[in-house]
């Protein structure tokens, strides 16, 4: 297996006086797609911002390709290769889809024929954002809003890209469609850290998963394994 890409060490974060991660660790191997699954409040979208560095850690360390960046603001951390699609998306609903593609591009400068390239990618991945490409953000559907957030992370050209939440709301197909391009962008070369509360289908696209309780991970292996461990399958899955 590659060396990890990520390493989350014994990481301690808060909101306030609240101790939302309490010394997890985890790592992801270049190439792989690792899943966070657990219950809502789990932790598992402040795991994603730690990472991305929207959450300070209080204790512990976050390497990107052995590299700590503890101390490094957010915009820094792009930089070293990491790009994050939020929950909620976040898009910039005033904006063409063209410009918020353009906002994901930032950290390349001015290189237009760079970000022409990545944009050209986009597209391929999700031609319905072609069709849309002046169109405001705001008036796409939850479905092209989805595909909008993740094109936008991908402009910079991540080598690690953290996925939080990419099915909710959606209609299965829709599910099935944004899953069989999150396939695709691995397969590009893309390592993936995703968080997802469709259990299922995470651990099915995974190669590892880990399962976060109250900020704490208390399973963790083969994805294939997880999907068979009695306690996920009751937990997550929904079966007796």
């Known amino acids: ?23 997890i660790s985890l790592s992801v191997a270049a190439g792989e797609i690792v899943a966070l699954i657990g219950a809502n409040g789990a932790g ?7 990472v991305s560095g929207l959450v300070r850690p209080r204790e512990g360390d976050i390497l990107i390709a052995g590299r700590s960046t503890r101390d490094l603001p957010a915009h820094q951390i792009v930089y070293l290769g990491v790009s994050h699609a939020p929950e909620g998306r976040k898009i910039f609903t005033t904006l063409t889809v063209n410009e918020n593609l353009n906002m994901g591009a930032y950290s390349l400068g001015r290189a237009k024929a760079t970000i022409e390239a990545h944009r050209r990618r986009v597209f391929q991945l999700f031609p319905r954002l072609a069709e849309r490409r002046n169109q405001l953000a705001g008036t796409l559907s939850g479905g092209e809003q989805q595909m909008l957030a993740i094109g936008r992370a991908l402009m910079s050209d991540p080598q690690i890209l953290l996925l939080d939440e990419p099915s909710l709301g959606l209609a299965p197909l829709l599910v099935r469609a944004i899953f069989d391009t999150i396939r695709e962008i691995n397969a590009a070369g893309v390592t993936i850290l995703l968080v997802e509360q469709n259990a299922r289908a995470a651990l099915k696209l995974a190669n590892k998963g ?7 991970i208390v399973l963790a292996g083969p994805a294939d394994q997880l999907l068979a461990d009695a306690r996920v399958r ?5 079966e007796a």
Do not use: N, Q
């Open 1 to 23: 297996m590659s060396e990890p890409i990520l390493e989350v060490r014994d990481l301690h974060a808060y909101y306030g006086h609240v101790h939302a991660l309490k010394g």
């Open 44 to 50: 598992k979208s402040t795991t994603l911002r730690a």
């Open 210 to 216: 880990y399962v976060l309780e109250t900020g704490r």
């Open 234 to 238: 009751k937990a997550y899955l929904g």
